[in-house]
């Protein structure tokens, strides 16, 4: 028997709104190579939390390879109280070129080794990072066969799985295959198998098939996107973070054609570099993008609804090239890459009120690599994730431990509530919403235990633009000449 019968019972009821659990949104995850490294510290595809000032690690890190100088880059943007940053690290094999390099980089979804590497921070680490880079990698990109037309009417008995190969345009590593037929072998379409690379021109396509014959295949070269961003936007996507990724750093049209191959809206792209040390040695500014960043996560309490724009970055010697801006004209190469979506790097100028500033160098950039505009400010899809998360994390006690009741619903509501609107109190979304409707809650979906809350929240936009409208007063002239009239009154 559970109660006594002579005696007191005592029962705790936990069917109440909980209080918000928030996560660290200002975990950086870096994937690099580091060829000195101590093994035993940092073993390859392992990703390893150290804080950003932690001179054994440093030490142990290496000073060659990717990541050498981004946590130094990191601590220089530190703001007031602020002593380190937690970095997970995932290190990576240095191949005997680029191309070798990047492959470890990009790595296996599945194995989790290259930037999936940090898909295992969570249940090794117990945290998650959700600003991600991948220093001195994320810029280069190559050129393959991207689409293929078929000519001569597609001549006749060739079969599926025919060897398309290519040859000349100074490229390697085409491969393509015919993909279906008609009934007389007439070629419908042909696949890619592999687009090859560094091609300048576009390869001599032929059948390596005995049996066909009158086809003729025509190819088309096209600039490729970089694989590692090409693997970040997924990545990002499952660990609810945002990927800084910089681009070629060498002038507008170099960034344009780099920009056009993302289209992801958790890259945040970034086009300069910066250069550092005495020796002013040029250094991928990931690093100062996401230390940036730290800090004014750290300045709003762990809020992530802030944007980087308009900062100081610390500890470089300046920008890896002058890049022309002005407050006032658009008409420059700042602005246009602003205009692109990009972020970059500006020197101040004293005496110049168009500048950015009067002096050191400033970060400007607002905005990720998506295709929607109304989820174009990184600020507000880190303010998102930062409620999803608090969702997750709060009404994940509900599960399992109570019946669905009026009392629950209620208190579900109430929970998400009490976020919302602590949020609000701090300025950090302009309103919210939260509603339990008739129409999205039918009788056999409570049947399965099984109810739907709408909420909706408007973060608040990052100010990116201030009109001034200049016009003339004449009502002063109006009031100069009735003073003009008294004075001339009482003179009289």
């Not at 490294?37 to 804080?51: E, Q």
């Not at 295959?177 to 300048?200: K, N, P, R």
């Not at 990720?368 to 998102?384: K, S």
Request: hydrophobic share 40%.
């Amino acid at each position: 028997m559970a109660d006594p019968i002579f005696g007191i019972g005592i029962q705790r009821i936990d069917n109440e709104p909980r209080p918000a659990s928030t996560a660290d949104m200002a975990v950086i995850g870096l994937v690099g190579t580091a060829p000195d490294a101590d093994v035993d510290v940092f073993p390859l595809n392992d990703p390893i939390l150290i804080f950003s000032d932690d001179a054994a690690a440093i030490t142990a890190l290496g000073e060659t390879g990717s990541l050498a100088g981004q946590l130094e880059l990191i601590n220089a943007q530190l703001g007031e109280f602020q002593v380190a940053a937690r970095v997970i690290i995932a290190r990576v094999e240095e191949g005997e070129d680029d191309d070798e390099t990047i492959t470890n980089l990009v790595g296996n979804s599945s194995l989790k080794t290259g930037v999936h590497a940090l898909r295992s921070a969570g249940p090794k680490l117990g945290v998650v990072p959700r600003l991600i880079a991948v220093p001195n990698y994320t810029y280069q990109r190559d050129t393959g066969v991207s689409a293929i037309a078929i000519g001569g009417g597609g001549g006749t008995g060739y079969e599926v799985g025919d060897t398309i190969a290519g040859s000349g345009g100074a490229g390697t590593g085409f491969a393509g295959q015919v993909a279906t037929v008609d009934g007389d072998g007439t070629i419908l379409t042909v696949t890619i198998t592999t687009a090859g690379s560094g091609y300048t021109s576009a390869p001599t396509l032929a059948i390596t098939t005995d049996a066909g014959t009158g086809a003729t295949l025509t190819a088309t070269i096209d600039d490729l996107a970089n694989p590692v961003t090409a693997a970040l936007g997924a990545l990002c996507a499952a660990l609810l973070a945002h990927a800084v990724v910089s681009g070629p750093h060498t002038s507008l049209q170099a960034f344009t054609d780099w920009r056009e191959t993302l289209n992801h809206g958790r890259l945040i792209p970034v086009e300069t570099w910066v250069k550092v040390g005495v020796d002013a040695t040029l250094t991928d500014s990931v690093g100062a993008i996401l230390g940036l960043a730290v800090r004014r996560d750290h300045e709003f309490l762990g809020h992530p609804f802030h944007s980087w724009a308009n900062q100081p970055v610390q500890g470089i010697v300046g920008p890896n090239r002058f890049i022309d801006f002005s407050l006032t004209d658009g008409n420059t190469e700042g602005q246009s890459i602003i205009a692109l979506n990009g972020g970059v790097i500006i020197r101040g100028e004293a005496g110049m009120e168009s500048a950015i500033a009067s002096g050191g160098f400033v970060y400007v950039g607002t905005d990720n690599a998506g295709e929607d505009d109304i989820w174009r400010f990184y600020n507000v899809t880190r303010g998102r994730d930062y409620i999803h998360i608090l969702m997750l994390r709060t009404l994940r006690f509900y599960l399992g431990r109570f019946n669905l009741t009026g009392q629950t619903i209620q208190a579900v509501l109430n929970t998400i509530n009490g976020a919302l609107r602590d949020l609000k109190a701090d300025n950090e979304i302009l309103d919210y919403r939260v509603t339990f409707e008739r129409g999205q809650n039918s009788p056999e979906e409570l049947r399965q235990g099984r109810f739907t809350v709408l909420f909706m929240a408007e973060e608040a936009p990052v100010l990116r633009y201030l009109g001034i409208r200049s016009a003339r007063y004449r009502p002063a002239l109006d009031a100069l000449l009735d003073d003009l009239l008294a004075q001339i009154d009482v003179a009289a």
